[in-house]
T-cell receptor, first 110, second 115 residues
Framework: AQSVTQLGSHVSVSEGALVLLRCNYS??????LFWYVQYPNQGLQLLLK??????LVKGINGFEAEFKKSETSFHLTKPSAHMSDAAEYFC????????FGAGTRLTVKP | NAGVTQTPKFQVLKTGQSMTLQCAQD?????MSWYRQDPGMGLRLIHY???????DQGEVPNGYNVSRSTTEDFPLRLLSAAPSQTSVYFC??????????????FGQGTRLTVV
């Protein structure tokens, strides 16, 4: 079965700084990859997804991610962090079913 | 259009009790699934269904049962609650299953405590 590893359970950045959240995956078939965001006491919302085509995927709220097959990675970035970006972020891989990483909690300091 | 609705939002059970977590979606999605979320472990798949009458096990199915008699509903049953089942449970649905790379829509979650 496919799996996801998110590097770093907690990332802290200053407001305006670059956000980089790391995700590596394993899959025996071409994967579909997702990033979801979870705000406190809420369900998950889709940020962006990669299925086929362009390897640089743009999502909501200024986030983007690049699919790198050779590195089996799908890191999430945002050029300039905003206080409202503070949340937990989950990378997920889909093949026969959808599997999630352990999550990365993003803190944004003023 | 309500999306994915889970009930109840909070529940406290005693060890050994049984209960059913309800999940309903109004988007005519074929694929529905249940996850549990625990600190440091992300979301782990319990059971999923690709359509009415079809269910399958995920990563952590022990202690849970599901059935799918209609497209709309996918209840999760705890047969005999244990403290290890204390968790936040999420139901999700999507078109045609995750295989086709479609977005999963999540409910608001059920916070379950087993004492």
């Amino acid at each position: 079965a496919q799996s996801v590893t998110q590097l770093g359970s907690h990332v802290s950045v200053s407001e305006g700084a670059l956000v980089l959240l790391r995700c590596n995956y394993s899959s025996s078939v071409p994967p579909y990859l997702f990033w979801y965001v979870q705000y406190p006491n809420q369900g998950l919302q889709l940020l962006l997804k990669y299925t086929t085509g362009a390897t640089l995927v743009k999502g909501i709220n200024g986030f983007e991610a690049e699919f790198k097959k050779s590195e089996t990675s799908f890191h999430l970035t945002k050029p300039s962090a905003h206080m409202s970006d503070a949340a937990e972020y989950f990378c997920a891989v889909s093949a026969d079913d959808m599997r999630f990483g352990a999550g990365t909690r993003l803190t944004v300091k003023p | 259009n309500a999306g994915v609705t889970q009930t109840p939002k909070f529940q406290v059970l005693k060890t050994g009790q049984s209960m059913t977590l309800q999940c309903a979606q109004d988007m005519n999605h074929e694929y529905m699934s249940w996850y549990r979320q625990d600190p440091g472990m992300g979301l782990r798949l319990i059971h999923y269904s690709v359509g009415a009458g079809i269910t399958d096990q995920g990563e952590v199915p022990n202690g849970y049962n599901v059935s799918r008699s209609t497209t709309e509903d996918f209840p999760l049953r705890l047969l005999s609650a244990a403290p290890s089942q204390t968790s936040v449970y999420f139901c999700a649905s999507s078109y045609w299953g995750h295989r086709l790379g479609t977005e999963a829509f999540f409910g608001q979650g059920t916070r379950l405590t087993v004492v």
